[in-house]
């Protein structure tokens, strides 16, 4: 059966895009922004095909359309079964970051950051200007605080400190007011809760059972993601049963997947992108498709050695150099 086309110029760039003169998928946030439904897309676009393709780039009717119009499609389907990218812990390192995007490029739709994206690393203002590029929903971490001066560094080591003050001394006027201006967790976003340490203090890590518990039981949603430990892992609740996960991709392989059971609650943690401490020095997120029932837990590899290049230039302290070798 032929697909009932729109009338004529009801696709049009003033109707559909407004600010712009190429839709193809990098334009999938734009198209999302302007609320169109997939409702309206499918009934006046093509109704006979309404929820029967989950992929509309697959689809010969749709692409028979043209490149704008399966482009739209497109767009408002993913959106429809959206894949959440989850970056914690950056730590201003560029090279981990870029490496991460290009793994999981064409995986995601949405991101959010669970925050520290500065501290430690040699590159604050580009990850920085990446992250705000990327629309990410970002919490702050307790490193983004303490550059941004809401947090005094007195409970920081020595070396810790001195890559604060160094993180500060570098960073653009724009760059330091937008981490300064960054919302404290807990923060409901794209489906989901993220937190930089515990849920009831930012700055609190969680390692243990006792310590993931108050998340669990509080937080408004079913899916809780956290940071600040730079472990990947996690832990379950249903039932007064407390599970520890062990989430961690083996050496070899570059993702495991956790199938999300409806009845439980999960608190989670993706991983450092940018200065890992689970003895795995690769760089590690997470991408959530909640529809799904589908978290993975990614391990990305990439050139350590350049960061550590760009550390010791700008002579940040040799043991934040070293450590990234080893992911502890
Ligand atoms: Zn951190």
Redesign the pocket.
Known sequence: MAPRLPPRGFFTKSRFVPNSTNIGRTRIDEIRGWNVSRQVIFSCYVSSHSGRHQRVDECSHCLALGPPASSILLGTVRTGRMRLLVLS?L?ANLTALEASLDAAKGSWERVVCLG?VV?YGPDPNEVTTRIRELGAATIR???DKAVADLMSTEDFNPVAKMAVNWTRSQLSNENLDWLAALPQGPLEAEGVVLVHGAFQDEDEYVFTPTQALEGLLDSSLPVTFY??T?HQGGFAYQDSQLEVLQLHPRNNEIRSVLRVEAEKRYLLNPG?VG?PRDSDPRAGFAIADLEHQVVEFWRVPYEIGKVQERMRKARLPEPLVHRLSLGR
């Open positions: 812990d730590h520290d501290g971490g307790n490193h940071g600040h730079h450092s200065q």
